[in-house]
T-cell receptor
Framework: GAVVSQHPSRVICKSGTSVKIECRSL??????MFWYRQFPKKSLMLMAT?????????EQGVEKDKFLINHASLTLSTLTVTSAHPEDSSFYIC?????????????FGPGTRLTVT | AQTVTQSQPEMSVQEAETVTLSCTYD???????LFWYKQPPSRQMILVIR??????QNATENRFSVNFQKAAKSFSLKISDSQLGDTAMYFC????????????FGTGTRLAVRP
């Protein structure tokens, strides 16, 4: 099956700094990648949808200047949390959508736990 | 906009027994997909089963089956012969028909399988 990786799996950063999370599709080309945020014991909240080579589409209420998304290639998308604050601490998950007849399928990364101190 | 509702925050089942998780959704779309995802303590999202709305036949994957009622907009998951490894959060999700479209998740049901 298709594999999606995320790096790092855990990160701790100080308030005011920026942190970058990478999402890679390892064995397929991902036309579209999605970024989610998940609070403890809660559901996944979609933050943004990114298509390779174009600007990301952000969900309502998500600050695009704070959560920078880049989808520079068909196998890599990055989420940068800028000027992080403790309230940005959360579990961030990416997923990647494939091409062709299985384009409805989304493959999820293992997630990144961000802690802002 | 689509909404997905899971009315059971927590469920418990004895090992080897059968349990059914409920899910209802609201949409004006005619073509769409429905999914059940499992999120174990590792937090890796795992696809359990999917259903295409145009298919009348209920999807089945080994011990997992769904009861898809399109008119009622209901999509329940039945887990037969429950195993300890089935302990997880289960999310019902909706996706419109179209490449690269987004998933809308329900709030989840936490399932505990008792030994």
């Amino acid at each position: 099956g298709a594999v999606v990786s995320q790096h790092p799996s855990r990160v701790i950063c100080k308030s005011g700094t920026s942190v970058k999370i990478e999402c890679r599709s390892l064995d397929f080309q991902a036309t579209t990648m999605f970024w989610y945020r998940q609070f403890p014991k809660k559901s996944l909240m979609l933050m943004a949808t990114s298509n390779e080579g174009s600007k990301a589409t952000y969900e309502q209420g998500v600050e695009k200047d704070k959560f920078l998304i880049n989808h520079a290639s068909l196998t890599l998308s990055t989420l940068t949390v800028t000027s992080a604050h403790p309230e940005d601490s959360s579990f961030y998950i990416c997923s990647a959508g494939g091409q062709g007849s299985s384009s409805y399928e989304q493959y999820f990364g293992p997630g990144t736990r961000l802690t802002v101190t | 906009a689509q909404t997905v509702t899971q009315s059971q925050p927590e469920m418990s089942v004895q090992e080897a027994e059968t349990v059914t998780l409920s899910c209802t959704y609201d949409t004006s779309e005619n073509n769409y997909y429905l999914f059940w995802y499992k999120q174990p303590p590792s937090r890796q999202m795992i696809l359990v089963i999917r259903q295409e709305a145009y298919k009348q036949q209920n999807a089945t994957e080994n011990r997992f089956s769904v009861n898809f009622q399109k008119a009622a907009k209901s999509f329940s998951l039945k887990i037969s012969d429950s195993q300890l490894g089935d302990t997880a959060m289960y999310f019902c999700a909706f996706m419109k028909h179209g490449p690269g479209d987004k998933l809308t998740f329900g709030t989840g049901t936490r399932l505990a399988v008792r030994p």
